[in-house]
Nanobody, 123 residues
Framework: QVQLVDSGGGLVQAGGSLRLSCAVS????????MAWFRQAPGKEREFITG????????VYADSVKGRFTTSRDRAKNTGYLQMNSLKPEDTAVYYC????????????????WGQGTQVTVSS
């Protein structure tokens, strides 16, 4: 059974940093893409970044480009989201997700999801 467990959220002041982790069990990610989404209250879940597991190629939403970095540790089957220069508008529940195949920014194409971790940025 595939399981994604995301962690590392918390409360941080504007300008601060957090690192989220997504530990995957039940399958290896060699042919997969891992992505991070976020959902703020009253808003739709949005794609923020993805990484193709085999190559390490990444894509970022404009809203986080230059501030967030996604990476993976293939040996640990774990993905990471390093978030720097956080802003109050980054406040949301953050989810990791995986899909077989290439990069996609569409929520419905991802088959496996973490439970979400809350990130709150105070001004």
């Amino acid at each position: 059974q595939v399981q994604l467990v995301d962690s590392g959220g918390g409360l941080v002041q504007a300008g601060g940093s957090l690192r989220l982790s997504c530990a995957v069990s039940g399958h290896t990610l060699s042919s997969y893409t891992m992505a991070w989404f976020r959902q703020a209250p009253g808003k739709e879940r949005e794609f923020i970044t993805g990484i193709i597991w085999s190559s390490g190629s990444t894509v970022y939403a404009d809203s986080v480009k230059g501030r967030f970095t996604t990476s993976r540790d293939r040996a640990k089957n774990t993905g990471y989201l390093q978030m720097n220069s956080l802003k109050p508008e980054d406040t949301a529940v953050y989810y990791c997700a995986s899909r077989w195949g290439g990069m996609s920014k569409t929520t419905s194409t991802y088959t496996n999801w973490g439970q979400g971790t809350q990130v709150t940025v105070s001004s």
